[in-house]
C-alpha cells in the first residue's frame, strides 16, 4: 500500500478516535447527571477503535497513536522510514 494512503487512513483513524472517545469524555463530564458516565466513554473508546480497525486496519495497520507506533518501531515490527511521517499524520488527525 503506498504511503499516501496509509498516512490519509491513520489520519482520519485519529480524528475519529479523538472525536468519538475524547468527545464523549467531554459529553460524561459536562452532564454528569444524565451524560453517558465512565461506562459510555468506555464503549465509545473501544467502538472508535473497532471501527477503524475494520475500516483502515488493513491499509496502515490502524495504529491511531504514536505511542503503538514507537512502540511497534522499538519491537521490531515496523521500518524506520515510516515512523515520522505516521506521528505528523496521527498527530495532525488528533488536532484536526
Excluded at 42 to 51: D, E, N, Q, R
Aim: aromatic share 10%.
Amino acid at each position: 500500500m503506498p504511503l499516501s494512503k496509509r498516512l490519509t487512513a491513520e489520519f482520519i483513524g485519529t480524528l475519529w478516535l479523538v472525536l468519538g472517545g475524547c468527545g464523549s469524555a467531554v459529553l460524561a463530564a459536562t452532564f454528569p447527571n444524565v451524560g453517558i458516565g465512565l461506562l459510555g466513554v468506555s464503549f465509545a473508546f473501544g467502538l472508535t477503535v473497532l471501527t477503524m480497525a475494520y475500516a483502515v486496519g488493513h491499509i496502515s495497520g490502524c495504529h491511531l497513536n504514536p505511542a503503538v507506533s514507537f512502540g511497534l518501531w522499538a519491537g521490531k515490527r515496523f521500518p524506520t522510514a515510516d515512523l515520522v511521517p505516521y506521528i505528523i499524520a496521527q498527530v495532525l488527525g488528533a488536532i484536526a
